[in-house]
């Protein structure tokens, strides 16, 4: 089975950063992706690591450490839109289809 | 635009009535998956269909079912309906090989009265 753990909800200031954690414990592993989701809208696809490291896109990174089954999603200079949900998936393995299990999402307040 | 359309956006019915849920992937993606997301909960995974076969199958209840026809579209059944079920129903797609992400539809929400 597949179990992936995040806050319920953080807190932050416009401006500042701020670093959303995820872990999991997977049966199978192919790779860990952050969405970002508005209330009642889409998830969007934030980025995506497959081998350990620091993967950085803009004002996102996102690490990965796979013994350790632990990623976060660090948001830089953090603007009013960014407050939303941020979602952490496991990809499982291609014999098994390569789904995307969800974990709960954070819910990210950006106060001014 | 993700490239994947779900239709209807809204749909409001009865207990105990079916409802078809329909969605259309992105052009090439042969990989479709279905989730469900009550209010404040996550993406729960229901289903999963690569290229017309059920793939990988999630805690989809006996009273929902799915398919992907040849044209890769795919349409979720819900039959017998409950309050519980008012949800958003979100549909994704992806290639199905390669380790890309799953692009979303817009969702379907579903109101049970």
């Known amino acids: 089975g597949q179990n992936i753990d995040q806050p319920t909800e953080m807190t932050a200031t416009e401006g500042a950063i701020v670093q959303i954690n995820c872990t999991y414990q997977?049966?199978?592993?192919?790779?860990l992706f952050w969405y970002q989701q508005h209330a009642g809208e889409a998830p969007t696809f934030l980025s995506y690591n497959v081998l350990d490291g620091l993967e950085e896109k803009g004002r996102f990174s996102s690490f990965l450490s796979r013994s350790k089954g632990y990623s976060y999603l660090l948001l830089k200079e953090l603007q009013m839109k960014d407050s939303a949900s941020y979602l952490c998936?496991?990809?499982?393995?291609?014999?098994?289809?390569?789904?995307?299990?969800f974990g709960q999402g954070t819910e990210l307040s950006v106060k001014p | 635009d993700s490239g994947v359309t779900q239709t209807p956006k809204h749909l409001i019915t009865a207990t105990g009535q079916r409802v078809t849920l329909r969605c259309s992937p992105r052009s090439g993606d042969l990989s479709v998956y279905w989730y469900q997301q009550s209010l404040d909960q996550g993406l729960q995974f229901l289903i999963q269909y690569y290229n017309g076969e059920e793939r990988a199958k999630g805690n989809i209840l006996e009273r929902f079912s799915a398919q992907q026809f040849p044209d890769l579209h795919s349409e979720l059944n819900l039959s017998s309906l409950e309050l519980g079920d008012s949800a958003l129903y979100f549909c994704?797609?992806?290639?199905?090989?390669?380790?890309?992400?799953?692009?979303f539809g817009q969702g379907t929400r579903l109101t049970v009265v």
């Open positions: 997977t049966s199978g592993f192919n790779g």
């Open positions: 994704a797609s992806s290639p199905g090989t390669g380790n890309t992400e799953a692009f």
């Open positions: 998936a496991v990809r499982g393995p291609w014999n098994q289809g390569g789904k995307l299990i």
